[in-house]
């Protein structure tokens, strides 16, 4: 199976090419980009007027499965990530039983095999059960086909356990990501600590339980000259830690997601459930130093924490509510709206976030770049198109935004995922 896409504005993270191109995939590769090419008996797609990207990469989302098919499975969160432009996606283990086993991990790359949506690489745990307690065998899961582990959903409370493992994961070649939030400062703490929390007369959950999480890393990951990626930063002050870190050769990455970079605590305000995530919406200040560090490279990359919820779950009320926001299908909207057209980024510093940088940090080789040999991962998207979100057009199983009835510029026409057309609009 080949495929021509004709008339491609592409554009990488060292950004835009000034005059459109043609791409020619010959299975799951780009094998040629040029002027007028041509090929016979191929599946020929024109771009003319919209612009050519690397598949969007996720370091960071829940697809639910095992255990949990009622919120997601593996299969339809593919779709809903296809839609979203997302070719790449790493899949966290707090499944039910969580992701801490070879065996596990083969099921979990089989099945998604079997979709053949989307590339599926899934976060083994660091700890067994994501206890804290004993860590998990790498080489095992290494061998099954991680690139990464992770507690996620939680962070690794044990600090001896976590400086062992960032020992251990760096001489095995595995990437270790945490989930920064301490679990005994948080406490119950159902939104971010401050003004609004007391107004509503909510528990809250102060940055510090952030903070010494990512500073402890950072100390870990120097003290062993290992690397630490951090997931789903939401804080300045996170930001100024990991900026330092960097300036003294760290070996640390981060990324921040599109909810943390757009809403506020104060959207908490109207009690609507879809606004409780973990780590929390934070202040309007913290909002600018996300946008700030990921203009300046503080933050690496941009993950969606896609965390679908049933409708249910989520109407236990406020208190009870399971923290998390269906992500995949609004990300690049967010993105496009609230960094490339307020001038935090370029679209092809946009491209950097969600393509080229998750791809180094993975070490995923022949991704995140257009070029001839690149694997054949790409998405046709259309810039300006403004659209409405709405629960109707969600197809992931999880229905739980905050952005219902947003306005959005940015627009996924196609993905292609290993020279496929996985979505077309
Ligand atoms: O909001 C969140 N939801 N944060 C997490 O860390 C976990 C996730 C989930 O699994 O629902
Ligand atoms: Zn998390």
């Known amino acids: 199976m080949s495929l021509l896409i004709k008339n491609a504005v592409i554009v990488n993270a060292d950004g835009e090419k000034k005059a459109s191109q043609d791409i020619l995939i010959k299975g799951s590769t780009i094998e040629k980009i040029g002027k007028d090419l041509s090929a016979d008996g191929v599946k020929v797609v024109d771009a003319s007027g919209k612009k050519v990207l690397p598949g969007f990469i996720d370091l960071h989302c829940h697809l639910r499965e095992p ?59 660091i ?21 990464a582990l992770s507690d996620d959903g939680k962070a690794v409370n044990n ?19 945490e989930h920064c939030q301490d679990p005994l400062i948080s406490g119950k703490g159902v939104m971010n600590e401050g003004l609004t929390a007391s107004v509503l007369g909510m528990r809250g959950d102060p940055g510090v339980s952030e903070t010494v999480i ?53 959207a908490v305000k109207g009690f609507d459930p879809n606004t409780k995530v973990n780590p929390p919406l934070r202040t309007a200040d913290d909002v600018e130093a996300i946008k700030a560090a990921l203009a300046d490279g503080t933050l690496d990359c941009v993950s969606t924490d896609h965390a679908p919820h049933t409708l249910e779950d989520k109407e236990e009320g406020f208190d009870h509510a399971p923290f998390g926001i269906s992500g995949f ?42 070029e001839e040999g690149a694997d054949a991962d790409l998405v046709i998207v259309d810039t300006e198109a403004e659209w409405e979100v709405r629960k109707e057009d969600f197809v992931s199983k999880g229905k739980n935004s905050p952005f219902f009835g947003w306005k959005l510029h940015g627009l996924v026409e196609k993905t292609i995922c290993g020279g496929k057309v996985v979505f077309e609009r």
């Open 67 to 125: 255990g949990q098919e009622h919120k997601e499975t593996i299969e339809t969160g593919c779709r809903a990530a296809v839609k979203g432009g997302f070719t790449s996606l790493f899949c966290m283990p707090n499944t039910r039983p969580p992701i801490d086993n070879g065996m596990i991990v083969e099921g979990v790359i089989k099945e998604a095999r079997r979709v053949g949506l989307a590339n599926v690489y899934p976060v083994g745990a």
């Open 127 to 147: 700890s067994k059960g994501q206890n804290s307690q004993e860590m998990v065998d790498m080489y095992e899961m290494k061998a099954a086909g991680c690139l």
């Open 159 to 177: 600090s001896q356990l976590m400086l062992l493992a960032l020992r251990y994961a760096d001489m095995v070649g595995l990437l270790l990501m």
């Open 214 to 266: 990512v500073g402890r890393d950072i100390e870990l990951a120097n003290y062993v000259q290992a690397r630490i990626h951090l997931s789903h930063i939401s804080l300045k002050r996170s930001c100024e830690l990991i900026r330092f870190a960097k300036s003294q050769g760290v070996r640390v990455t981060a990324e921040a997601c599109p909810h943390h970079f757009t809403l506020t605590d104060e």
């Open 329 to 370: 299908e609004t990300a690049f909207g967010l993105c496009v709206t609230h960094l490339v057209r307020t001038k935090v980024l370029t679209l092809a510093g946009l491209v950097d976030k969600m393509c080229q940088s998750p791809a180094r940090i993975a070490g995923l080789k022949n991704k995140g770049r257009i």
